[in-house]
């Protein structure tokens, strides 16, 4: 039952989504009848899943929500700015209701009932005003009631099912039973009548024929197609509808008048089988007909099928219209569905843990074929882990999301945020389709929302300061996502004021983070906004400036093994620049090994190797082609026992933009390298990445090369105040 | 905050040793010539002492991690957690793995020691609390003093003296430097 609960929550949250998109995008002029269109199939679909897992707050909500949607559908009110921020909260609302179904709870909670009545009261205020705006319209325009007929959607979430056997059934040694009984495995069946209207008198009757229709209404998750599959065997042989759940109360009626039988009989039994409602068949007969008949309808026996079809050919178009239109959005839902498949996450991790378990077991595999020196043997390993190194590209792919939806998440953000602060801001998205790993993309999601925030807060400046400076009164606020040497990148950008470096020094020293005395590069200075306690605006809003600020976004993205970076232009605007791993389960590592331990530097960061030559160093620098390029000894800086063998190497290495040697004494070559993380026990531990397992069983430690340069040049600075070393100083420069 | 529910942790894991009257087993072993015992719940497994990969900035406590089947468990030098010297590898040396509970989550952590002696069962009315000073180790490491044939073995808070967060912490200010505000902070 949990995972029913779960399953809902989590598609009616994918439908709140697309609601929310839509209406954002109406917001800002999208016409579009196909976006409404969209906005009230999304909240039919979550009130109809709410309704079948008996969650009825939710399907209440929903259908105060849905009937707003359908006046503005129906062309009978028009959008407004106040609506959509209505309709917005009612989506908010829906999202307070889904959390607490996620907590467990079936009932309301009563403080969100209280919150969702507030809502509730807004949209029937928009609804309620044009109720009367209906009846007054409804007198004048019967042409707009014909379009309702089509467009009323009948309650039910059920399949009808309408089956008339032919007379060879039996003969051809089907039973209609065993159909029924099949159908069964699909659903419920809900309520079924048995047609014997065909059976002629008794002389005339053919023992051996079969005179039986069936009116089947099944509750069931299966597709049209699977339905129909039941009765393929006799499919040529009989008459067959099948109307999916929430078909148009006009698709019922249409039923009707390809049945046979009379269509009041017909009705009777949709009504009984709960298909639709009395009123919905006597409404719709009456719109069908000619007016005034209703009455009488019902008591009439036999209404000429001829009647009907004369005013068929009235209604016909729109009813065929969006018959067709049903039909193409079932098939596109189908072909959607076809392409994805919902796996749960879980299963998703335990794959990529197997992959890295053979990753591991692959590369034992190897070693030892290449010391047995069998050509055959190695020659079919490495086959084998050419293969595993694709199955671990793929699997990993598996878990790689566009970043695009975390991005549009923002859109509602950005429109909420500078209302309430009263700016005019833009934002534009690029490299949505950038794809990262699933884990990352949840964790990403806070950190950008401060720094969004924090952007259009204290970045972009109101519209008169901006006006005053000559810059154009919106604002603009940019996400960026792009891929860039193994990692990706994702940039916040605003063009607002930017980081003022001696208001910033100033409130550093007045909150103790730095000495009056201290010389600090600019770039140093503007870093400082990342120290836990800091916060620039003298105003506090409720929107950031609490003092919890960057220093927790600095955090959250350290913790997966990321970084990020300020740059900033007074008056022009701030760039921050997060920069994240691909993924946190397999790189290409670098082995290397000073000593008895291993090293695996991620393949991305490496630009070259070279051996190290004592005559070309000087310090803690060495000339690579005539460049500075300062290196660190690994022997030196981890302090690793045992003296240094003849011969050292250097792996040059990129990080962040800036290029350093990593002294070693032997260089192993590729590997492909399954991260374990080291544990709580070493999340302070800077420098080191994670470990993972050698295939001899040993473990090997990952070096974070760009934390680990940090640190050797921290470890300098300290070393060289007051300055010793002329090597020093120019490392804790370019720092 | 995480104080408090390292008091809780103790507090579970005292009433689950000392409580009752029932009588519990204990894993003990030899560490500088003493004899230490820890709930034998806790113990995962032993292993002989070898394979260890020494992580580089780390206080001397902590010896390396090992590959434990697939998975790195960190090794801790009970000795030196206990501001002792750091024991020497001798021919008996094993790792104790041990499982302890923090925030909810599982941590396993190997543990040196000089030699496994046995699993003893102690009845509850033998266990004495501990004395407020005297063992050479912080009162709080120490759950009770359990009597065996007339002589005190410790018994290890072993959720104390195996706190993640603690250790954690001392191994930040091993590395500390001044651009970390936490290092600080502690």
Not at chain 1, 149 to 171: E, K, M, P, Q, Y
Not at chain 1, 207 to 231: D, M, W
Not at chain 1, 681 to 704: C, M, N, P, W, Y
Not at chain 2, 73 to 87: E, M, N, Q, T, Y
Request: proline share 3%.
């Amino acid at each position: 039952m949990e995972e029913i609960y779960s399953v809902f929550a989590q598609e009616a949250r994918e439908q709140l989504t697309a609601m929310e998109d839509g209406l954002l995008r109406m917001e800002q002029g999208d016409q579009d009848a196909e976006t409404l269109n969209a906005i009230f199939r999304a909240a039919h679909t979550i009130k109809g899943a709410s309704g079948v897992v008996e969650i009825h707050h939710v399907e209440k909500f929903t259908h105060i929500l849905e009937n707003l949607l359908d006046k503005l559908r129906n062309g009978e009110m028009q959008v407004s700015s106040d609506m959509i921020t209505a309709l917005l909260q009612g989506c908010d609302h829906i999202g307070a209701l889904l959390d607490r179904v996620d907590q467990g709870y079936m009932d309301e909670d009563p403080a969100v009932a209280a919150a969702g009545e507030a809502t509730a009261a807004t949209l029937r205020a928009f609804t309620g005003g044009a109720a009367t705006a209906e009846q007054a319209g409804m007198v004048e325009a019967s042409v707009g009631t014909v379009e309702r007929a089509g467009g009323d959607t009948a309650i039910s979430d059920c399949w009808h099912i309408s089956i008339r056997f032919g007379r060879d059934v039996l003969r051809m040694g089907m039973e209609p039973l065993a159909f029924l009984r099949y159908l069964l495995n699909l659903g419920e069946i809900v309520h079924l009548t048995t047609l014997s209207d065909a059976m002629p008198l008794a002389e005339d009757m053919d023992p051996e024929a079969c005179y039986l229709g069936f009116e089947i209404t099944l509750r069931s998750h299966a597709t049209k197609e699977q339905i129909e599959n039941v009765f393929a065997f006799c499919r040529d042989e009989c008459d067959l509808y099948i109307l999916p759940p929430n078909s148009k109360v006009g698709d019922y009626l249409n039923l009707i008048e390809h049945l046979p039988e009379e269509n009041m009989r017909l009705g009777e039994i949709l009504v009984k089988s709960g298909a639709i409602t009395q009123e919905e068949l006597d409404q719709g007969l009456r719109r069908q007909k000619a007016a005034a008949k209703i009455a009488e309808a019902t008591e009439q026996p036999t209404p000429q099928l001829g009647d009907i079809l004369v005013d068929k050919k009235m209604v016909q178009p729109e009813i065929v219209e969006a018959a067709a239109a049903r039909q193409k959005q079932v098939q596109e839902k189908k072909t959607a569905e076809a392409r994805l498949i919902r796996v749960q996450a879980d299963k998703l991790d335990q794959l990529i843990d197997l992959v890295g378990e053979l990753v591991i077991a692959g590369a034992s595999a190897n070693l030892l074929a290449q010391k047995s020196g069998q050509g055959s043997l190695v020659e079919a390993t490495s086959v084998l882990s050419r293969l595993v190194e694709n199955i671990r590209d793929s699997a990993l792919q598996l878990r790689m999301v566009q970043i695009g939806e975390t991005f549009n998440r923002f859109n509602r953000v950005v429109r909420d945020t500078s209302r309430e602060l009263g700016k005019d801001i833009d934002l534009v998205i690029s490299g949505a389709e950038t794809e990262l790993d699933k884990s990352v993309v949840e964790k990403i999601g806070d950190p950008l929302m401060h720094l969004v925030r924090n952007a259009m807060d204290h970045g972009i400046e109101p519209a008169e300061v901006r006006e005053a400076k000559g810059k154009p009164v919106k604002g603009r606020l940019e996400l960026n996502a792009y891929h860039d040497s193994g990692s990706i990148v994702i940039e916040v950008v605003d063009d607002g004021g930017g980081l003022k470096a001696d208001k910033i020094q100033a409130k550093a020293i007045e909150k103790g983070i730095i000495q009056p005395g201290q010389t600090l590069s600019e770039q140093e200075i503007v870093n400082l906004i990342f120290e836990a306690g800091f916060s620039t605006m003298e105003k506090v809003s409720n929107l950031s400036g609490r003092g919890v600020g960057m220093d927790v976004v600095k955090r959250n993205i350290q913790a997966l093994r990321g970084t990020v970076d300020v740059k900033t232009e007074v008056d022009v605007g701030s760039r921050f620049i997060i920069r994240l791993p691909l993924t946190l389960a397999i790189i290409d590592g670098f082995l290397t090994s000073v000593g008895d331990a291993s090293y695996v530097i991620p393949l991305d960061s490496v630009v070259e190797c070279l051996a190290l030559q004592d005559d070309a160093t000087r310090g803690h620098m060495l000339n690579l082609r005539g460049e500075v390029l300062p290196f660190i000894r690994l022997r030196e800086f981890f302090d690793v026992e045992g003296a240094p063998p003849q011969r050292e190497n250097v792996v040059v290495i990129s990080a962040g933009g800036q290029k350093a040697g990593i002294v070693v004494d032997q260089l192993l070559g590729e590997f492909q390298t399954v991260i374990k993380p080291l544990g709580n026990l070493f999340k302070h531990l800077r420098g080191i990445g994670g470990s993972t397992i050698l295939g001899s069983g040993e473990v090997a430690l990952i070096l974070d090369v760009q934390a680990l340069t940090q640190l050797a040049g921290q470890a300098e600075e300290r070393r060289a105040s007051p300055p010793q070393r002329i090597g020093a100083a120019m490392l804790s420069e370019r720092e | 905050m995480s104080n408090l529910v390292k008091a809780q942790n103790g507090a579970v894991t005292a009433a689950k040793s000392t409580g009752g009257g029932d009588t519990h087993q204990y894993l003990t072993f030899t560490l500088g010539g003493e004899m230490f015992a820890v709930g034998i719940l806790n113990v995962k497994e032993i292993i002989e002492y070898g394979n260890l990969t020494e992580i580089p900035m780390m206080p001397a406590f902590i010896r390396g991690v090992i590959n434990l089947r697939g998975a790195v468990v960190p090794v801790v030098d009970l000795a030196a957690r206990f501001g002792g010297k750091i024991s020497a590898v001798q021919r008996r040396t094993c790792i104790v793995i041990v499982e302890v509970t923090q925030e909810d989550a599982r941590h396993d952590i190997g543990i040196m020691v000089d030699a496994v002696s046995e699993v003893l069962e102690i009845p509850a009315r033998d266990i004495e609390p501990p004395p407020a000073f005297g063992a050479k180790i912080r009162a709080d490491f120490i759950a009770g003093m359990g009597k065996v044939d007339g002589k005190f073995v410790i018994i290890l808070e072993i959720q104390r003296v195996l706190s993640v967060d603690e250790m954690a912490l001392l191994a930040n200010v091993n590395q500390a430097s001044p651009s970390d505000p936490e290092a600080i902070a502690a």
